[in-house]
């Protein structure tokens, strides 16, 4: 089975402090992706990286950015928090839209990490 | 821009009844679509896809339906149990290079009466 783990399932941060949300997949995926995920508003792609140290913004990019070193780990980065950032963070794999057959733009979830920012 | 959204916000049947979820798509360039299974507390789960060369799709106890022409999707749940329970999502994407990332509708939530 596919396993994508993110560090954390609960996080408070105060106002300013930078912010790591990391996410490692074990099914060597070229693909990662960062959604935030909001009432009423589904999920919503804020990054994904297709490669290694390549990224691609999203729909809401503005006040993140990410990082991707290895292949396998995919992390989500907050500059400088804000209390609108309070959301639930899910972080997401695939493999390469290039490859033929049917599934292959599956995207696997972990659990989520939920982000308080007072 | 384009996205991809449900008509109903919240459903609710009776344990043994069949579901039907709907989702609306705009983008008449996705070919490739999903449905995910969300419980509580937990990330989105995959259920079932279809590319757009099919009308109809089955795995265990689900079907998925696509209309192109009105561009509708429709996830059915037979013999919905309490374990359906969740918020169900569709997902469209474009298939080949350009294009990796999917467009979530925004969620319907099942909820099964015993």
């Known amino acids: 089975d596919v396993k994508v783990t993110q560090s954390s399932r609960y996080l408070v941060k105060r106002t300013g402090e930078k912010v790591f949300l990391e996410c490692v997949q074990d099914m060597d995926h070229e693909n990662m992706f960062w959604y935030r995920q909001d009432p009423g508003l589904g999920l919503r792609l804020i990054y994904f990286?297709?490669?290694?140290?390549?990224?691609e913004k999203g729909d809401i990019p503005e006040g993140y950015s990410v990082s991707r070193e290895k292949k396998e780990r995919f992390s989500l980065i907050l500059e400088s928090a804000s209390t609108n950032q309070t959301s639930m963070y899910l972080c997401a794999s695939s493999l390469s839209p290039g490859l033929a057959g049917p599934g292959v733009n599956i995207q696997y979830f972990g659990a989520g990490t939920r982000l308080s920012v007072l | 821009g384009e996205s991809v959204g449900l008509h109903l916000p919240t459903l609710s049947v009776q344990e043994g009844d069949n579901s039907i979820i709907n989702c609306a798509y705009s983008n008449s360039a996705s070919d490739y679509f999903i449905w995910y299974k969300q419980e509580s507390g937990k990330g989105p789960q995959f259920i079932i896809d279809?590319?757009?060369?099919?009308d109809k799709r089955q795995g265990q106890r689900v079907t998925v339906l696509l209309n192109k022409t009105v561009k509708h999707l429709s996830l059915q749940i037979a013999a919905t149990q309490p374990g359906d329970s969740a918020v169900y999502f569709c997902a469209e994407n474009m298939s080949g290079p350009g294009r990796r990332a999917l467009t979530f509708g925004s969620g319907t939530r099942l909820q099964v009466q015993p």
């Open positions: 279809i590319r757009s060369n099919m």
């Open positions: 990286s297709y490669d290694v140290k390549m990224k």
